[in-house]
């Protein structure tokens, strides 16, 4: 499989680890400051360095591309790719808003190649750990969950808080973990309706810090979400979640169920996953993420 990237910081070098340990062939990189893409060229052992996805595509000999650039550049590079019939892999958030969404799925339904949003937590052993119970029944009717993407004592910088660049803040950034992973553990239901009450609060940021989600899915469940940066504490991880049922509770980080009996007595079931684990963001992860993409290609 030959795979090309845009974008040379953190998440781009991380995708392109996951590529090399698939046994891909890592063909081209893209990237406007040419120092940053000789670098990550040298890395990985790339040979093709160019400044636009336009002269990628034109170049040819690319069967994948990660999209992991700044979100501004998400639809128009995904976009672009599609109908060039290259398979895309673009990092969330999938778009600056609806309309560049909805054109980015307009474009790979007329296009012979796939995309797929990257939300690494779906790989996750623990939340597959926990999801497997709920499907099987063991919490009972979920009735509703908790769920965080916050950053403690922390948030990024650069391009991250500019709304032209970004088009959200900490929600787009950290709360959109903690959406995707209970809806993952739902098994995907579709939003009812949402309220969300997002400020600015810690830092001089002309995108929000801080959150709070409520989400009434189609099938009856309340999610409370939070997201922030710089928070000065958190009740969970990121990605961490509760989901609440009839029967009992379920969580990841720590991941465990418990179960009640009629006379209101808990039982524990534990998952035997450590926690904390030592890497909270493994880079298994995202090889799982990309793993699972090719398999799809390949069965196209």
Same mark, same amino acid.
């Given at each position: ?71 501004? =550049?998400? $639809?128009?590079?995904?976009?672009? *790719? @599609?109908?060039?019939?290259? %398979?895309?892999?673009?990092?969330? !958030?999938?778009? +600056? ?7 980015? =799925?307009? $474009?790979?339904?007329?296009?012979? *190649? @796939?995309?797929?949003?990257? %939300?690494?937590?779906?790989?996750? !052993?623990?939340? +597959? ?21 916050? %950053? ?149």
């Amino acid at each position: 499989m030959n795979i090309a990237f845009t974008g040379t910081g953190y998440i781009s070098k991380i995708h392109a680890q996951a590529a090399r340990n698939l046994g891909a062939q890592l063909v081209a990189v893209v990237n406007h400051r040419s120092e940053s893409m000789a670098q990550f060229a040298q890395q990985f052992g790339i040979a093709r360095q160019h400044a636009d996805v336009g002269e990628m595509l034109r170049a040819g000999g690319v069967e994948v591309l990660v999209v992991g650039t700044p979100n501004y =550049l998400h $639809a128009p590079e995904t976009i672009a *790719a @599609l109908r060039a019939g290259v %398979h895309v892999l673009v990092e969330k !958030p999938m778009a +600056l808003n609806a309309a560049e969404a909805r054109a980015m =799925l307009d $474009a790979g339904a007329n296009a012979p *190649a @796939l995309l797929l949003v990257a %939300h690494c937590w779906r790989f996750d !052993p623990e939340v +597959l750990w926990l999801r497997a119970r709920a499907q099987a029944g063991e919490l009972g009717q979920i009735i509703r969950t908790k769920g965080y993407g916050v %950053h403690a004592n922390w948030g990024p910088t650069g391009w991250f808080t500019e709304a032209r660049f970004a088009g959200g803040g900490a929600l787009a950034d950290m709360g959109i973990h903690a959406i995707d992973t209970v809806r993952f553990l739902l098994g995907d239901p579709q939003p009812a309706s949402v309220y969300a009450r997002i400020g600015t609060h810690y830092k001089n940021y002309d995108v929000d810090d801080t959150g709070v989600i409520i989400v009434n899915w189609a099938d009856g469940v309340s999610s409370y979400i939070e997201s922030g940066w710089w928070q000065p504490h958190c009740d969970g991880r990121e990605a961490a979640t509760q989901l609440y049922g009839t029967r009992g509770i379920g969580s990841i980080f720590p991941t465990h169920t418990t179960s009640t009996n009629a006379a209101g007595a808990p039982t524990v079931h534990p998952s035997g996953f450590v926690h904390p684990r030592a890497d909270h963001s493994p880079q298994s992860l995202y090889d799982a993420q990309l793993g699972y993409f090719f398999d799809c290609i390949r069965q196209q």
